[in-house]
């Protein structure tokens, strides 16, 4: 474990990886310091105009939302969209910083819970074998008949638009890969003397399972879950995108991307004029989820036995 | 050998049944009347509580599960499929008519994607390690890192915005006229770029590839990125091996050994991620789709989906889902013809 914590920190890709994880949490972390939420839900991201135009970086809040603040009672110690707004007014930096929340819960939640669900059913099916190991993994078969994002979107579509409706949408879809790598590994490993002994003196099936049969398997899971907080932050965010995620005016990357679908090209004459919309987003995201890949690739590098001495 | 394919041949109905039967049980996720929606063209019928209850007992919807499932299974036998909103028409038909303009794109996505993922994939492994080997490793971490819609984004930014070389969607207008509306003009496959060079009309195969770059580069991006990583460790593998050794040892010239002897042994697995990067390649399309206004199956869903056209949604999900059984199961079994090894198993 520690050569592994070493190896981490002596990579340069992996160091950069973690660097950039470090900044996302204090991100997170310190958001209401970041940008001062405005109202009572923080998630909902404060307008700086009824404009539908995007307004540059800089752009400060209208004198209209600011008399209703006024009339609120509400001080506003934040006042400038320094990314500039999205169409519709809304404040792209405000929704990137608490978007960087939503990034982590999202990405989180759906990683445990699907890995907890690929350890149940994996080993389950591993250990026991026979018809069970049959029945569960034709369902694993069905559930990996759908492409990934077009199962996520129909049941998001059909459970209706809101964050914890992507959410369970992304559980139901993305446990399969576990359940398959848990199955694999304990396949291999059930038979050796050391499971035959524990079975002899009469350790309880589930105690073999979670004491000597799934510790061996914890890396490589490790690695797949590493990789794929990445990919569940992209698919949400997708949804967003395609207008079957978080709902609208929610602090959500995928939406500021949405936001910025129908403003990319410009006006005419003034190619690239709205750039703001898509690259602050762009740069979030993209700088998220390969700070997750850079760790988890190098993990999966250090953990291969094969390539060990070589890095 | 035979037994093996047998065998999958056996299980592919049965999971064809267990993707249907996921799929009623998320359309009966819906209420009674959200049901009943996806088969009515118009609303005004709905209104009226004696003609909703007449549409409930024509298709079953009040009955039991396992009635209901069969009921379903029975009439999507028949291709009814529902009705439309968002096309307007039955979903069957909105299906056969946008088939072409997504087969087409993920047909010329392909070929970059084999390309381009192992040529760059052989070569990081020669240089296992230095410079060239690590650039491209960056590059593709980055490319994988980078999601669909906002590189699509780009791509719309840089090459049509900025530059104005590729136009969204299918077809200019120009072209446009001459296919709907031009005596002369026979659609045989419905492809576009090969009905144009079928009728020897040239000006519009080229507008035709011009708006299908971009989605291209889109679409395939991702897909090279995740070759070129197997490609790579498959190639370093196979490059460890002792006949290798053997080989270079008995004085093979080191160009021989790298594309004769390791690159064919080391490209049996990247066969089966590259024929699953193909089929994955079918989720891509309705983000690529949806950015670059091409009027394909993907488009189509994602508007059916914001507005909970339920009919075209669950339709879409089934084509998807039968169409990766029957990839993944040409993957499978194309993979044991190659392999020796899974052969004699």
């Known amino acids: 474990m520690n050569r592994t914590l070493k190896k981490l920190f002596s990579n340069t890709a992996s160091l950069i990886g973690i660097i950039l994880l470090f900044i996302f949490v204090i991100i997170a972390l310190f958001a209401p310091l970041i940008a001062p939420p405005l109202t009572d839900d923080s998630y909902q991201i404060p307008r700086m105009s009824w404009e539908v135009n995007p307004q540059p970086p800089g752009f400060p809040m209208s004198e209209d939302i600011r008399a209703i603040y006024d009339y609120m009672g509400v001080e506003v110690r934040y006042d400038k969209a320094i990314f500039g707004t999205a169409e519709g007014g809304y404040d792209i930096f405000y929704g990137l910083i608490w978007g960087t929340r939503t990034a982590f819960r999202v990405g989180l939640i759906t990683v445990i819970i699907s890995v907890l669900i690929g350890i149940l059913v994996g080993s389950f099916s591993g250990y026991f074998g026979g018809w069970l190991d049959e029945i569960l993994m034709r369902i694993t078969d069905i559930f990996l008949s759908f492409p990934f994002l077009v199962a996520a979107m129909v049941l998001t579509t059909i459970l209706g638009r809101g964050l914890d409706k992507v959410m369970i949408a992304l559980i139901a879809f993305g446990w399969m890969g576990y359940a398959r790598l848990i199955r694999g590994s304990i396949l291999a490993t059930k038979e050796e003397t050391y499971v035959t002994a524990a079975k002899a003196l009469g350790v309880k099936d589930v105690k073999i399972i979670g004491k000597h049969l799934l510790p061996n398997t914890i890396f490589p899971v490790m690695v797949q879950a590493t990789m794929n907080i990445g990919s569940m932050v992209i698919t949400a965010a997708a949804l967003s995108f395609l207008g079957v995620g978080a709902p609208v005016g929610y602090a959500d990357w995928g939406q500021m991307v949405s936001f910025a679908r129908n403003w990319i090209i410009g006006a005419p004459g003034h190619a690239g004029q709205y750039w703001y919309t898509v690259f602050y987003p762009g740069i979030f995201i993209v700088l998220f989820v390969l700070a997750w890949n850079l760790v988890g690739d190098t993990l999966r590098d250090i953990l291969d036995p094969r390539l060990r001495g070589e890095l | ?345």
């Open chain 2, 1 to 345: 050998m035979l037994s093996y394919i047998i065998r999958r041949l056996l299980l592919l109905p049965i999971i064809l049944l267990g993707v249907t039967f996921l799929i009623f049980c998320l359309f009966s996720l819906l209420s009674p009347m959200e049901r009943l929606a996806t088969y009515v063209h118009d609303p005004a019928t709905l209104k009226n509580p004696q003609s909703v209850q007449r549409l409930i007992d024509k298709y079953h919807l009040d009955d039991p599960f396992p009635l209901g499932y069969i009921n379903w299974i029975k009439r999507i036998i028949h291709f009814d499929l529902g009705w439309s909103q968002t096309a307007n028409q039955p979903v069957w038909e909105a299906i056969t008519q946008r088939f072409p303009a997504t087969l087409e794109l993920v047909l010329y996505s392909i070929i970059p994607v084999v390309l381009v993922g192992i040529w760059l994939g052989v070569i990081s492994a020669v240089h296992h390690n230095d410079m060239l080997d690590q650039t491209i490793r960056v590059t593709a971490i980055v490319g994988w890192s980078l999601p669909t819609f906002i590189f699509g984004l780009l791509i719309l930014f840089i090459f049509y915005g900025i530059l104005e070389w590729f136009p969204p969607g299918r077809l200019s207008t120009w072209a446009q006229n001459i296919l709907y509306t031009s005596p002369d003009f026979r659609s045989y496959t419905h492809l576009i770029t090969i009905d144009a060079l079928l009728n020897g009309n040239i000006p519009m195969f080229l507008d035709a590839l011009r708006h299908l770059i971009a989605p291209i580069l889109t679409l395939s991006y991702i897909s090279w990125a995740e070759l070129l990583r197997i490609t790579r460790s498959s190639m370093l593998d196979t490059l460890r091996k002792d006949y290798i050794r053997t080989a270079r040892a008995k004085g093979v010239d080191e160009h021989t050994v790298i594309h004769l002897h390791a690159r064919k042994n080391a490209l049996i697995p990247v066969v089966t991620v590259a024929g699953m990067q193909i089929i994955g390649m079918l989720g891509g399309v309705v983000i690529t789709e949806t950015i670059f206004n091409y009027p394909g199956l993907g488009f189509w869903v994602a508007s059916s989906a914001q507005q909970l056209d339920y009919s075209s949604v669950i339709s879409f999900a089934l084509l998807f889902a039968t169409l990766m059984v029957l990839g993944n199961l040409i993957v499978d079994i194309s993979y044991a013809l190659i392999d020796p090894r899974v052969r004699l198993e």
